[in-house]
């Protein structure tokens, strides 16, 4: 079901009818790039350079919605197991989009940050990453989270490892280990300082989480559409923002 006055959406105003129900934080799997240039008898990476300006798009179209916090699925750490021809591509990807929106994300108050393990990046994305993170950081707008080289077993496997020698460290005792909650345990996450999703979308027709987090995602609403990412657009974003709106949440209660 579409929004009714979609013309709103021009404004640069959040939508004062969707006040209460938007997710505020928004975790997108951008997937079907390959497919949507094959479909063209296009190369692969053609489909990901199609994909970097729909991620500029959602990104506008979140933040006119009042979105708070939008994550996209960029690069697994199982993504390494692709050619590298394309792999070299996709991971120029973040460097070109920021060269080309980040003044329009500066202007628009975009926040920035990346979750994943950015040392193996290429030199020059990491180098251009870590400068977008720094020039947005006091940014309060959206705040916009590339996962790269993100995966989430990893990332929860990490984070015992740490929460481990802190413990080791403090020498806990037996009721203080018995007292440790989940929370402590989401501080060592990428995500410490970002709150759980409530809607997680994934493109292209499939049906699963691909490691993207998993201990997260444990109470978020999903939305799945067989649109190829390059073909996703505003209307289908706001399609899924309608019928979230629907939806019950009751976190395992009545
Ligand atoms: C999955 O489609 C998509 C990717 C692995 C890359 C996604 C990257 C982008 C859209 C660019 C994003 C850039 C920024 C700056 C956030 P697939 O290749 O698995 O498609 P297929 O299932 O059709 O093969």
Do not use: C
């Amino acid at each position: 079901m579409k929004i009714p006055f979609l013309n709103h959406l021009q404004t640069s105003e959040p939508l004062p009818y969707l006040e209460g129900h938007t997710p505020e934080h928004i975790a997108i799997i951008m997937d079907g790039n390959g497919r949507w240039a094959r479909n063209r008898g296009m190369p692969r990476v053609a489909g990901h350079k199609e994909g970097v300006s729909v991620v500029f798009k959602i990104v506008k179209a979140a933040a006119k919605s009042g979105v708070k916090v939008l994550t996209l699925y960029t690069f697994s750490t199982e993504n390494w197991k692709r050619p590298k021809s394309e792999i070299n591509y996709i991971l120029r990807l973040p460097k070109e989009f920021l060269h080309v929106y980040l003044p329009d994300l500066i202007s628009n108050n975009v926040r920035i940050k990346v979750i994943g393990d950015m040392n193996e990046l290429p030199a020059s994305t990491h180098e251009t990453l870590q400068y977008a993170m720094d020039r947005t950081r006091d940014n309060d707008g959206l705040q916009l989270n590339i996962a790269l080289n993100y995966g989430s077993r990893n990332e929860i496997l990490n984070a015992m490892k740490a929460m481990v020698k802190d413990l080791n460290n403090t020498k806990l005792s037996m009721d203080e280990l018995d007292a440790l909650d989940e929370r402590q345990l989401s501080k060592y996450l990428y995500t410490a300082d970002i709150q759980d999703p409530d809607l997680l979308i994934r493109t292209g027709g499939e049906k699963r989480l691909s490691n993207f987090l998993l201990w997260q995602l444990a109470y978020t609403e999903f939305w799945f559409t067989d649109v190829l990412w390059p073909d996703f657009s505003e209307n289908e974003f706001l399609d899924a923002l309608e019928e979230y709106r629907q939806r019950k949440r009751r976190y395992g209660g009545l």
